[in-house]
Structure formats: structure tokens, C-alpha cells
């Protein structure tokens, strides 16, 4: 597995059920800004100079239709590919024009088992000419993605023994955060106990404390519902939040600060206790019913490739 290294979470594709009223909300409302040129059903949205760092895609209902990581190497996603090809997995490669079409170079897909996530494998991004200017917040990142998990301790062990992702801490049997390995934040990805696989939140880390407290006078002088916090995280990541929903109620965050893990002889990962103080510390209310109840996954995104990809599955 020691050749199976990541660059970091590169972006998420969301199905929306109005593509254009979600559109101008992660652009007035959240920051984002124009990434490269629509392609096909796809609008590509960015916080960062990226191609793209979110994609919109006009569904039926809301949901996550596919998770990108951003690998160190071609030759990490090679191995990668390998490695699940070994196990039965099938992928599908990209066609030149399709990785074109997404600011992509080489591009891979396969349906994760356990929850039906199609995650996507990159070995880099285009960068745009013009830089991200930050407008309503400093965003600094996508930070990380949550999903929950019907079968969230095999969904766990398939992401850490399988695809090389190292576990940061644990919330009793609640909820798992990982890292992709070598990234060093403390999580850019965290599967949920929950009885049925469905996304939890997308995260976008900002770069000043103000960002998230000015994001609470925006949300509620926008009619924005706020699900939780502001709050801080502070036993499992250290993390200052705010969680809030999008116009289709799906679950976004933004955060400031997060533990930072070296590659070598980094701390143990922690199992936490369930209590309210390993989630938040300010002692604000608990979250509102409405938070991390809308997202479905979109199982069918791995076969909506086009005929010009290759799909190559091993015995």
C-alpha cells in the first residue's frame, strides 16, 4: 500500500433540483465563483484556482452523485487501480475528451461497495488563469466530505485497509474520521453510522475566525436555516463551525482551523466518547432535526459515463 499516496480531496459533484437558484446560492450565499466551462449537464464551481472544486448537475432530487481525490502521482493512481482490480473491482477510465471536458488529467471511476459512493480517482487538475478572489468569505479549501453508512464499520475498514486512508479519531460508533493519507488535515473524509447511505455534509474550511461569525449574520439575513453552531469542535478536530442548509436542504459547513497530522510518527488516533462536549465544546444547542437528513446517493453515476471510456474489470 506504500504506493498508494494522496494530494488531497479534490472536489464533490452534488445533484441539485433547480441548477440555476443552487448555483447563485454557492456563489452569493457560500463564495464560490465560476470554475471552467459548463460541460454538458455539468456546472463546475470553484474555491480556489481549480477547474473546478464542486460540480452542479440538475437531478431529481438532491444528492451526491460522485467524490474526487486528487492523487500524488500517476503512478499512485496506477497502483491504486491496480490494487482494486485485484479485489474485484471494476473501473472505468475516462475518455481524453471527457478529462478534457472536466480540466482533468488521467481519470478513473469505480462504485465504493459499501454505501454505492462512485468515487473518482485524478492525477491532477487544470489550474485557471484567473485566481480565486475571495468575495463573501476567505475560503481556503473543499474541506471535506461526510457520508453516512448502513454498514459504516466495513464502509471504514474498505477505506483504511483497502485505499490506504488513516483513521484520525473516532466518535464511539457514531462516526469515523479519516485523512487520505499523506494529507495532513485530520479529516477530508468521515463516514456515519446512519440507517441508510446518504451524504452528510460538504465542508468548505475558511481562512479567518470572521468568516465564520460574519457567515452567521449573512445566513440569518438571507433566511439561510443554521442546523448548528456556531460551536468548535475541539476533541476531535479543533475546528470552529457553522452548518447550514443549502435551498434543496442538503448539509454545507464552513470551518476555521483543523489539527494537522505529520507523515511520520503522527499521533494515535483517539476513540472519543459519544458525549455532546466530543462534537462541541461552546455549548451550543444541538443540531436541528432538519441537519444531515438530505443528500441521497446517487448509485447509477459510475455507469453514466459515455460510450468512448474504457471499462476494464478483473476476475
Known amino acids: 500500500m506504500s504506493d498508494i499516496r494522496y494530494k488531497r480531496l479534490a472536489y464533490v459533484a452534488l445533484s441539485v433540483t433547480n441548477l440555476e437558484r443552487s448555483t447563485a446560492f454557492l456563489k452569493n450565499i457560500v463564495g464560490l465563483q465560476d470554475g471552467g466551462s459548463p460541460s454538458g449537464d455539468e456546472i463546475f464551481l470553484r474555491c480556489s484556482g481549480d477547474h473546478?472544486?464542486?460540480?452542479?448537475?440538475?437531478?431529481?432530487?438532491p444528492g451526491i452523485h460522485r467524490l474526487a481525490?486528487?492523487?500524488?502521482?500517476?503512478?499512485?493512481l496506477t497502483a491504486l487501480v491496480n490494487h482494486l482490480h485485484s479485489l474485484g473491482i471494476e473501473t472505468t477510465e475516462l475518455s481524453a475528451a471527457e478529462c478534457t471536458a472536466l480540466g482533468q488529467m488521467r481519470s478513473v471511476r469505480f462504485r465504493e461497495p459499501n454505501t454505492g459512493t462512485t468515487l473518482e480517482l485524478i492525477a491532477g487538475m487544470e489550474t485557471l488563469p484567473t485566481p480565486y478572489q475571495p468575495t463573501v468569505a476567505k475560503i481556503a479549501r473543499l474541506g471535506h466530505?461526510?457520508?453516512n453508512a448502513k454498514e459504516q464499520s466495513k464502509a471504514v475498514d474498505f477505506f483504511m485497509k483497502e485505499m490506504n486512508f488513516r483513521m484520525s479519531d473516532r466518535i464511539g460508533e457514531a462516526i469515523t474520521f479519516m485523512r487520505c493519507f499523506p494529507n495532513p488535515f485530520h479529516h477530508s473524509f468521515a463516514i456515519?453510522?446512519?440507517?441508510?447511505?446518504?451524504?452528510?455534509?460538504?465542508?468548505?474550511?475558511?481562512?479567518?475566525?470572521?468568516?465564520?461569525?460574519?457567515?452567521?449574520?449573512?445566513?440569518?439575513k438571507n433566511k439561510v436555516p443554521i442546523v448548528y453552531g456556531p460551536g468548535r469542535h475541539s476533541e476531535s478536530s479543533g475546528s470552529i463551525f457553522i452548518y447550514f442548509l443549502d435551498p434543496d436542504g442538503m448539509t454545507f459547513e464552513y470551518s476555521f482551523g483543523m489539527e494537522e497530522f505529520a507523515e511520520i510518527n503522527p499521533r494515535s488516533a483517539r476513540v472519543l466518547p459519544p458525549v455532546p462536549a466530543s462534537y462541541d465544546n461552546w455549548?451550543?444547542?444541538?443540531?436541528?432535526?432538519?441537519?444531515?437528513?438530505?443528500?441521497?446517493?446517487?448509485?447509477?453515476?459510475?455507469?453514466?459515463?459515455?460510450?468512448?471510456?474504457?471499462?476494464?474489470?478483473?476476475?
Do not use: W
Open 52 to 61: 473546478h472544486n464542486v460540480v452542479l448537475r440538475q437531478g431529481a432530487e
Open 69 to 76: 481525490f486528487e492523487m500524488e502521482s500517476e503512478r499512485a
Open 145 to 147: 466530505i461526510v457520508l
Open 192 to 220: 456515519g453510522a446512519a440507517p441508510e447511505n446518504r451524504l452528510h455534509h460538504v465542508n468548505f474550511m475558511v481562512s479567518d475566525m470572521d468568516d465564520v461569525g460574519s457567515a452567521m449574520y449573512r445566513l440569518q
Open 283 to 315: 455549548g451550543t444547542a444541538p443540531p436541528d432535526p432538519r441537519f444531515a437528513k438530505v443528500g441521497r446517493v446517487i448509485e447509477a453515476e459510475a455507469t453514466k459515463i459515455s460510450q468512448a471510456a474504457q471499462t476494464v474489470q478483473t476476475a
